[in-house]
């Protein structure tokens, strides 16, 4: 089959395709995506040897030249749809036979035709990747007819219309057969086995075919903006905690890594402006007297890094459970720079879990152990902040020290219990340091059953709503 060409974008920036390539990486910044000026001068050479060619080639050409990061992709490929579609309008083909949709009718009429059209297609072709325009036109005509792709509630609705049409459930039950037709009436476990796979990656790939055209004629129709705001993946480091799906967070997990490192080499670049520490008035007076009273050499203070220990008291129900999570995987990778770190878990009571998180530990495997094994709730299950500082104190009495920093992690959410603000100030005074991460939006706090308001008067508390303004903070409290 031969490659697919890319037409330019129509309508054409002020300043032509190079205005175009321009609009394109700042709507990566936007996204929060890293391009800078080299990157930009390096996309626009790799546009003007690869050309418009190959719409796939481009893609991957452009990919080298801007993105830094693997975890980054997924957000790279949604604006690249939005930016350099595939088609325009109603064309469903877009080399030089291209034809409009008119010409294929306004879709088909009979949705169990089309359904049979569509499992004899993805059954008779061994591969989605050798199949020719058929499948892409027959994904414009489902959508045409079905997507409803000019409606306000953005292109994730229209997509559910048009796979709700599909019956994908019930076609992936047909396919799965078609495939194991040619094996008899008792196929191998292995053939099976083969014909799940292929179906279901038959199926996922055709879901996604439909998203990507559904967002493709969203654009046109309401502006790339409207697509940008509901249909694009956010980068793992911006989705909110308390919004994260499975995926996500376990997304989440793996930038921890890379964060951790972002931190220690600031932590490390502050030491080192910092190593020559401040001015010593005393000696560098006395040293003067040398010199006839003129300060020519002066002296400086040998500077005392601080690694104090580190307490943290984490709240890990349900409703915060992610954050409290990806939070003790930060912490955890960050030990070293403390010359103490201790773990203590609460739901409705507390309990000491520093020895599940050695330095050998598997992190994901440690916070799943927590909820199991653990003694963090003694009642209903439900946040008691109150009774978990209470039990904190009372079961730890000399866990923190002048040479501690606190670290509360959680939503303040109190299920309208007595929230022991006393006990709380107690810990503040007894720490060196403390403060109090909540994931929550600032604008929510104090609202409902929340506490913080009140937590808030005795402890400096920081919002961290997603991993991004989480590490910033961190960096900000990092000992230096």
Known sequence: MPPRRLRPPQPLAPHGIPGHLVEFVEALRRQGISVGPSETVDAGRVMAVLGLG????????????????????DTYDAMFDLFFPAALGGKTVIDGDAADSDEHGTGPEDVEAMREALLKLLTDNPDLAD????????????????????????????????LKAMSLDDLEGRLLAGLLA??????????????KALATQRISQLRKMVEGETKRRTAEQLG???????GVPQLAENVEFLRASGEQLRQMRRVV?????????????????????????????????????VPIDVVLKKPHPAR??????????GSVAGFSNFTLMLV?????????VRVFAFIDTTDEVTQLFGPDADLAVAVQRITREAGVYTRDGHSDYGNAFTSFVHKYPSALSPRSSLLVLGDGRNNYRNPETELLARMVNASR??????PEPRHLWGSGDSATPRYEDIITMHECRSAKQLAAVIDQLLPV
């Open 182 to 195: 040619p094996y008899g009436d008792e196929p191998t476990p292995s053939q099976e086995q083969i014909a």
């Open 224 to 230: 790339r903006e409207h697509v940008q705001m509901y």
């Open 332 to 340: 955890h990778a960050l030990r070293q720079q403390f010359s103490r």
């Open 131 to 162: 199949l020719d325009e058929r499948l892409a036109a027959m994904i414009a005509q489902i959508v045409e007819s079905y997507g409803r792709y000019n409606s306000s509630r953005g292109p994730s609705y229209s997509s559910y219309q048009a």
């Open 308 to 317: 104090p220990e580190l307490v943290v008291l984490c709240d890990v129900s």
């Open 257 to 293: 890594a890379p964060l951790a490192r972002t931190l220690a080499t600031r932590l490390a670049a502050r030491r080192r402006r910092a190593r020559a520490g401040e001015i010593d008035m005393r000696k560098t007076l006395r040293k003067s007297m040398s010199t006839g009273g």
């Open 54 to 73: 190959d719409r796939e080639v481009l893609r991957e050409g452009l990919a080298c030249a801007v993105l830094r990061r693997p975890d980054h992709r």
């Open 433 to 438: 340091h403390a403060h109090w991460l909540n």
